[in-house]
């Protein structure tokens, strides 16, 4: 586990997941998240972790198949009510994720 990738893996989903709640949440309705969250929620976190995996050169398709295995638990705690925790989760699974890609065994990271 490469513990660079996964401080800024965190950092990274951390900051582009509170950005683009913010935007949304200033440009639309709450009721539009009331009917639509359910995929505008999931949509965003794929969104911004798949800008994550470009920004640390990590293999994007693996990255987005580790944000889906991350948001598991955070659908889970949507459903029991207590949606930022499972977001908090979420970004810990991710970003270990992240981590252990980048020690992959004959993964090779560029750092330009």
Do not use: K, N
């Not at 893996?9 to 639309?28: D, H, K, R």
């Not at 949507?78 to 970003?95: K, R």
């Amino acid at each position: 586990m490469d513990r660079s990738i996964l401080w800024r893996a965190a950092a990274a989903q951390v900051l582009l997941v509170a950005a683009i709640s913010l935007i949304l949440a200033l440009a639309l309705p709450h009721s539009f998240f009331e009917d639509w969250g359910w995929i505008t929620g999931p949509a965003a976190w794929l969104g911004c972790s798949a800008i994550t995996a470009r920004a640390l050169q990590l293999p994007v398709r693996a990255v987005m198949l580790g944000a889906v295995l991350a948001g598991i638990p955070s659908a889970v705690a949507v459903l029991a009510g207590v949606h930022w925790l499972g977001v908090a989760i979420a970004i810990g699974a991710f970003a270990a994720w992240c981590a252990w890609l980048a020690r992959r065994p004959g993964r090779r990271l560029r750092w330009t």
